[in-house]
Structure formats: C-alpha cells, structure tokens
C-alpha cells in the first residue's frame, strides 16, 4: 500500500522556461574535471560563488553567472496540473516529498512556487548524495518513516527516478512529457495521471 509520493524537482513539479547554464564556466574550469565539478554542485551546499572561485573562475565570469541564475529562477514555474494533483495527495491523506539533484539556489525558490511545504525534501545539496546514488532515497525514506515498499517514486529520469527506485523496492512511474510509451504501462505522460 502507498503511503507517500516521492518527485523528482524539475522535468517533473516544475521547469525553467529559458534555460542559461550559468553553471557551464564551473564545468570548463574546475581543475579535476566535469565530472567532478558536477558532483560538487550537487552534493555541497556551496554559493555558486564559493565554487566558481574554488574553479578559479574570474569576478566578471561569477558576477555573469549569479545572473544567469537569478535570470532561471525568475523564469521557474510549475506544471499546470502540479497543484490539484498535491491537493489530491492531501486529501488522501499520503505524504509526499521531494528527492532531486539540485545546485543550492534553486531549493527556495522552488519551495515558494508550491501550494503547500512537503513533508520532506531530499536536496542532493543537502544530503551529500545525488541519484542515482542510493544513499538520498533511504534519507527520505527515513525522514517519513517508511519502508521503500510503501513510496511510489515519479519522475522524468529512467534511471534515477523509475529503474533506480525499483531496485530498492520501491513503485515507480516514469514521466515522459513528450509522449507516453505505450509499451511501459509504468509511464506516465501527466503526472495527474499517477492518482488513477
């Protein structure tokens, strides 16, 4: 039986309409590679300002990246069917979180667009672990109370948010947007389809 609902931040509750990169001259500069420029941004709760002098990134190039950030949260928004569907989970009494990979600044601003706090988040800033590293699901799952068996995991990465979760025993559905597959009976095209 569910008990909670586990989301996946973008792609999924919510999108940035005009994406910047701003985060592209860390990636370029970080002196052990992109690999592992990406595992900082997501797993320290750095300013990017912090981590782009750690790149050796020049003043100007922070300056220009602080405003690409500020320009994508200015431009976040929530799918249109994200507030009835959290209603909908409201009322049947299922708790619901968020697990996401995320860069710091981007959290708050996300929190703001919701009709209401969930009752966890899992940020991979936060936690110091990203999906699909297994470590940031069983923080969730442990935050609520839950065994992995009673969380259905929803989500717009095959890997992160549907292959991942099952192999932690947990459902999953898999959100395609683009167009559903009808050869997955797991996936779903809108995410009001997940009440049904």
Request: hydrophobic share 40%; net charge negative.
């Amino acid at each position: 039986m569910i008990k909670a609902i586990f989301f996946d931040a973008f792609g999924t509750l919510c999108e940035i309409r005009e994406k910047r990169n701003p985060y592209k001259p860390i990636l370029k500069a970080w002196p052990s590679g992109v690999a592992d420029a990406y595992q900082a941004l997501m797993t320290r709760d750095s300013s990017p300002a912090e981590l782009a002098s750690e790149a050796g990134c020049t003043p100007e190039t922070i300056q220009k990246m602080e405003e690409g950030i500020a320009a994508e949260i200015a431009l976040m928004c929530l799918y249109p069917e994200v507030p009835t569907l959290l209603e909908a989970i409201k009322k049947r009494g299922l708790k619901w979180a968020i697990v996401s990979n995320l860069a710091t600044p981007y959290a708050e601003p996300l929190l703001k667009l919701l009709p209401f706090a969930p009752d966890a988040c899992a940020w991979s800033f936060s936690v110091g672990y990203r999906k699909p590293e297994e470590g940031i699901y069983r923080h969730v799952c442990k935050a609520l109370g839950i065994e992995p068996s009673s969380v259905l995991m929803v989500g717009d990465s095959l890997e992160n948010d549907y292959n991942t979760p099952r192999k932690l025993g947990m459902q999953a559905r898999f959100l395609k947007r683009s167009g559903k597959d009808e050869n997955s009976p797991e996936c779903v095209a809108d995410l009001s389809e997940i009440l049904a």
